[in-house]
């Protein structure tokens, strides 16, 4: 399974974003695909995933909008209402059998994308 993550920018806070991760190798459908964020010198944490439902990590939930094209075998994030603590860079990440209490946990995924770099300025 490869992943090709991309859409990453700079942005004004207030604005939009819509990153994309192309998978190749598996369809999305038999996948947990998830976002996770790095900002410098903070520890990877969790954005958002979709298994049979979405989650959200609640900094992102009603400003994030995970989605999943199953034709193009790609998995969006729809970031709206940015905030300069969004600024890090964004991991698409893919497992198989993640269970639902593990969706949060980098540990779960088996294969990384390279990463986008999301800069929101205030």
């Known amino acids: 399974v490869q992943l090709q993550a991309s859409g990453g920018g700079l942005v004004q806070a207030g604005g939009s974003l819509r990153l994309s991760c192309a998978v190749s190798?598996?369809?999305?459908?038999?996948?947990?695909i998830a976002w996770f964020r790095q900002a410098p010198g903070k520890e990877r944490a969790f954005v958002a995933a979709f298994k049979s439902y979405p989650s959200y990590a609640d900094s992102v939930k009603g400003r994030f909008t995970i989605s999943r094209d199953s034709a193009k075998n790609t998995v969006y994030l729809q970031m709206n209402s940015l905030k300069s603590e969004d600024t890090a860079v964004y991991y698409c990440a893919a497992g198989t059998g993640v269970i639902q209490s593990s969706i949060p946990n980098a540990a779960a995924y088996n294969y990384w994308g390279q990463g986008t770099q999301v800069t929101v300025s205030s």
């Open positions: 190798g598996r369809t999305v459908s038999r996948l947990v």
